[in-house]
């Protein structure tokens, strides 16, 4: 079968189960495209950003935290929620400011990419980031920050070796990874 428009599922009423500070959840009626009456659960987000922040050629900025949902510390990119109507680009100027105490002389996209399409709205914004200077960390007041300098080659060994397993960190510093190859 090869899918098309007239396969798609279609809205038929909304059920907001939960409102939150950071996420929703959704349970929608929809219709099947042969008219049968199902239920999608999922979850809203505002959207985010990550950016890969390089503080020399050889040195990414990674930021340690405590992540409650897996009751683990991680490394990951400097990254953060969009507010509402928030532009990426200066949601990513903000982060990287308030999580490393940095500013980018240059920040470019690498890619947007859908981190659970399956049950969840959220997509997420990925940059690199170069020419850095520092200013001063100003982390939300629930954020208890540590900052960590890595070579490139040291986080693709944190990589292979599973120590970094945030999607966002693995995505932008494979992407980032895949352009410089083809430089």
């Known amino acids: 079968m090869i899918l098309s428009a007239k396969h798609k599922e279609r809205f038929k009423k909304i059920d907001r189960a939960f409102e939150g500070n950071a996420i ?3 349970v929608d009626e929809i219709y099947l495209p042969d008219r049968r009456v199902r239920t999608r659960e999922y ?31 991680t490394l990951e990119i400097p990254a953060g929620k ?9 949601c990513v100027k903000r982060e990287l400011e308030e999580e490393t105490g940095f500013v980018a002389k240059k920040i470019r996209k690498l890619l947007t990419f859908w981190p659970t399409a399956a049950f969840s709205q959220e997509v997420i914004h990925l940059y690199v980031a170069e020419g850095l200077r520092p200013t001063h960390m100003n982390p939300d007041d629930d954020e208890l920050i540590e900052l960590v300098r890595v070579s490139p080659k040291q986080l693709d060994g944190m990589i292979r070796q599973g120590k970094i397993r945030d999607s966002k960190t693995l995505i932008a510093y494979l992407a980032w990874r895949t352009t410089v190859t083809k430089r």
Do not use: M, W
């Open 43 to 73: 979850i809203t987000h505002p959207g985010a950003v990550g950016v890969l922040a390089f503080e020399s050629s050889n040195k990414i900025l990674l930021v340690k935290q405590f992540r409650y949902p897996v009751a683990e510390f």
């Open 82 to 90: 969009l507010a509402k109507g928030e532009d990426p680009l200066h």
């Open 24 to 26: 929703g959840f959704r």
